[in-house]
Nanobody, 126 residues
Framework: EVQVVESGGGSVQAGGSLRLSCVVSGFTYSRLRLAWFRQVSGKEREGIAGINNDGTTRYADFVQGRFAISKDNAKSTLYLQMNSLKPEDSATYYC????????????????????WGQGTQVTVSS
């Protein structure tokens, strides 16, 4: 069973930065597709960025170059570097994982991912 644990959330002022981390265990890390999502209470969970086992990345349009996804295979850890944070970035951020198949045509829909962490809260004040 894949286990996912996020960390790194917190409170920052607008314009600040945070780096979220996600440790994944219970499955061959090199075979996984990983992604970051966020959710505000009362709204649907939205995809932010994803990274395939081959290193291919996807980003949501709203990221606009402010966020960067990366992974350290040796540490089985996924990261999300968030810069130039805005108050509207405030949300609970989730890490998600699935087997990286099929190899192409994948996206950032929450329904594509089966393993989820408990979430970490990010609050950006103006």
């Amino acid at each position: 069973e894949v286990q996912v644990v996020e960390s790194g959330g917190g409170s920052v002022q607008a314009g600040g930065s945070l780096r979220l981390s996600c440790v994944v265990s219970g499955f061959t890390y090199s075979r996984l597709r990983l992604a970051w999502f966020r959710q505000v209470s009362g709204k649907e969970r939205e995809g932010i960025a994803g990274i395939n086992n081959d290193g291919t990345t996807r980003y949501a349009d709203f990221v606009q170059g402010r966020f960067a996804i990366s992974k350290d295979n040796a540490k089985s850890t996924l990261y999300l570097q968030m810069n130039s944070l805005k108050p509207e970035d405030s949300a609970t951020y989730y890490c998600a994982a699935r087997v990286a198949y099929p190899p192409t045509g994948w996206g950032l829909s929450a329904s594509e991912y089966g393993a989820w962490g408990q979430g970490t809260q990010v609050t950006v004040s103006s």
